[in-house]
């Protein structure tokens, strides 16, 4: 999956389009990623004894990954995320319009 945790992406389509978010879940099995602010849907809840109050709560829902693109922080464009292999051999996200590296180092795709 090209979108990780902690990534800013661009909502490139839906009823939130043109907004920027942080990453907060990512569901590769399901190819879908929950964006901080984003994707707000109501839900009825039950009072549970001593647990929580009865009512309506907001709650972000996940998307799907096709519909972000992820923000380069070198160029702030939204990007496709390309991919490249640094000198240990590890393979790593790259964005292919200023090719600075997306992921940290002590943080790469094995």
Same mark, same amino acid.
């Given at each position: 999956?090209?979108?990780?945790?902690?990534?800013?992406?661009?909502?490139?389509?839906?009823?939130?389009?043109?907004? &920027?978010?942080?990453?907060?879940? @990512?569901?590769?099995? &399901?190819?879908?990623?929950? @964006?901080?602010?984003?994707?707000?849907?109501?839900?009825?809840? &039950?009072?549970?004894?001593?647990?929580?109050?009865?009512?309506?709560?907001?709650?972000?829902?996940?998307?799907?990954?096709?519909? @972000?693109?992820?923000?380069?922080?070198?160029?702030?464009?939204?990007?496709?995320?390309?991919?490249?292999?640094?000198?240990?051999?590890?393979?790593?996200?790259?964005?292919?319009?200023?090719?600075?590296?997306?992921?940290?180092?002590?943080?790469?795709?094995?």
């Amino acid at each position: 999956m090209k979108v990780h945790k902690d990534d800013t992406v661009l909502v490139v389509s839906g009823a939130d389009k043109g907004k &920027r978010g942080r990453v907060r879940e @990512v569901f590769p099995d &399901r190819n879908k990623v929950v @964006v901080e602010g984003m994707k707000i849907m109501r839900k009825h809840t &039950r009072g549970q004894r001593g647990a929580r109050q009865a009512g309506i709560i907001e709650v972000e829902a996940p998307m799907d990954a096709s519909n @972000v693109m992820v923000i380069c922080p070198g160029c702030k464009k939204a990007v496709r995320v390309g991919y490249t292999f640094v000198a240990d051999g590890s393979k790593v996200r790259q964005c292919p319009a200023c090719d600075e590296l997306l992921d940290d180092p002590d943080n790469r795709i094995k």
